[in-house]
């Protein structure tokens, strides 16, 4: 089979870091430079959120404030642009595959209001390539979900700025627009697109990317979007992926091994934090929000994870706070299972909270049970699921894992399937107790959130989200990360 131009394109880029490394020299000296930053960004009073992967200065915007809740949603009404930016990770392309959102593509408006509604989404952004350049498009989507949902959804949209003029900024002030975001380094950090935004869009924020060469416009920057009163300004992690890591490389970065599918630029992030500390420092009070690649790449997949966790999880399962589906079962012959079925059931537990399967060799509960003595006394397998959402192409017709149909409105079904997560472990049921069994019990069929109580390591990685930012670690070759 022909390889296709993004295999081709992957290829490359795994061709890239198969010659980039990360010595122990650097990675200590990264290191001493960084938690220097931080420090003295926690001492002049730095806001931190998601597990310390987000910092900021003010307030966050009510965008920011819902992707961090995992209740937002990108939509994508064009691929085209107006710019050509070296650091742009999107493929350019056709429409042809658009309109398309949380990675799934959507037949029809009436099918993104349905999948909006259904997963109670607070907040819609429109990306792409440039949002303007589909801008009738754009204003008919905008203004029937602000119709149908009013104040309960906060509305968005990315640009360059190219296209904004009065009538454009008119118009979507009209339909419902919340907020603009405007790339400035799109072109050269001008501020005329900011300044006609303010007299039509209730929010304004500037949203780029922190180009490590570029820090000494970027202090000029802060001071101006301050004085003009913008209401946001959003720095982002440079990183390479696929994409764009040719135009990267010409350029004197340090690249860290991947976080998800790309690689962050550390340079970058040091630019971030000294001008997170210059705003500090300064008593600027233009709020400032740092969006790391980690940050990005964590709470983007657990945003995912939890969504198609709530359609496939039965009431026996709980879900971990890393978004996995946790599942506890008891093996064994038919006769030792009903011993254990029936002591459950002399106990006066809910007959909800526990099933046996066909076969009859495996009792599968609900880790509430773990406070039974019965229960404790024996050894428990502990089983980590990832369920994922698809459209009902290739990926959804894998009759190896466990999938199920969603309707979910107008012309759109979507099917959920569990993929196993991790190993495996088995431990005594008093062991898992400790770690699982407090907040099990306050929600039996919520989230089941792990307590005070430290997992076992096996479990650690399964049941918590990692603090901080990237480790900066020695990785003699960013490849063979990738492969680990």
Not at 161 to 177: F, N, P, S, T, Y
Not at 209 to 215: G, L, S
Not at 459 to 483: K, N, Y
């Amino acid at each position: 089979m022909k390889p296709t131009r993004r295999d081709l394109a992957l290829s490359g880029f795994l061709g890239f870091l198969s010659h980039l490394q990360v010595t122990e020299a650097q990675a200590a000296e990264a290191n001493h430079l960084r938690d220097g930053l931080l420090a003295r960004l926690q001492a002049k009073g730095i806001g931190y959120s998601a597990k310390q992967s987000k910092l900021y200065t003010g307030e966050l915007s009510p965008g920011c404030a819902t992707c961090g809740a995992g209740t937002w949603s990108c939509a994508y009404l064009t691929k085209q642009c107006t710019a050509a930016c070296f650091f742009c990770p999107s493929e350019p392309g056709s429409d042809g595959s658009l309109p398309r959102a949380n990675r799934l593509p959507l037949p029809s408006l009436e099918a993104y209001i349905a999948f909006l509604r259904f997963f109670r989404f607070c907040g819609v952004a429109f990306s792409g390539g440039e949002p303007l350049l589909a801008f009738e498009d754009l204003v008919t989507w905008i203004t029937r979900i602000k119709h149908e949902f009013g104040d309960g959804i906060y509305l968005w949209v990315y640009t360059n700025g190219d296209l904004v003029d009065e009538d454009k900024l008119r118009v979507l002030h009209q339909a419902g627009l919340d907020e603009i975001r405007i790339n400035i380094r799109a072109r050269d950090y001008r501020l005329a697109p900011v300044i006609l935004a303010r007299k039509f869009i209730q929010t304004v924020t500037v949203e780029i990317p922190a180009i490590p060469e570029d820090y000494k416009i970027l202090k000029d920057r802060i001071v101006d979007l301050h004085k003009l009163g913008v209401d946001h300004l959003n720095l982002h992690q440079l990183f390479a992926n696929q994409v764009n890591y040719r135009s990267l490389a010409k350029r004197s970065y340090t690249f860290l091994p991947l976080v998800g599918t790309a690689s962050p630029v550390l340079e970058s992030e040091i630019a971030v934090l000294r001008l997170l500390l210059f705003a500090l420092q300064n008593q600027i009070e233009l709020p400032i929000n740092y969006c790391s690649l980690v940050y990005r790449t964590r709470y983007d997949e657990l945003a995912h994870r939890r969504r198609a966790a709530s359609l496939s999880k039965r009431n026996q399962d709980t879900v971990a706070e890393t978004g996995l589906l946790r599942r506890l079962s008891i093996g064994g012959p038919p006769e030792r299972i009903r011993q254990i079925h029936a002591a459950l059931e002399a106990d006066g537990h809910s007959s909800a909270l526990w099933r046996v399967t066909d076969d009859g060799t495996l009792l599968i509960f609900h880790p509430t049970l773990l406070a039974s003595s019965q229960l404790q006394r024996e050894m428990v397998d502990l089983e980590y699921y990832v369920a994922e959402l698809h459209d009902g192409g290739a990926a959804s017709t894998d009759q190896s894992r466990s999938s199920a149909q969603v309707h979910i409105g107008p012309h759109l079904d979507l099917w959920v399937q569990e993929r196993l997560a991790s190993t495996p472990v088995t431990l005594s049921g008093a062991e898992l107790a400790d770690c699982l069994a407090p907040t099990a019990a306050a929600d039996p069929f919520g989230a089941g959130m792990p307590g005070p109580n430290p997992c076992p390591d096996p479990l650690h990685s399964a049941e918590q989200m990692p603090r901080g930012l990237q480790e900066i670690v020695e990785a003699g070759s960013l490849l063979e990360t990738v492969a680990e």
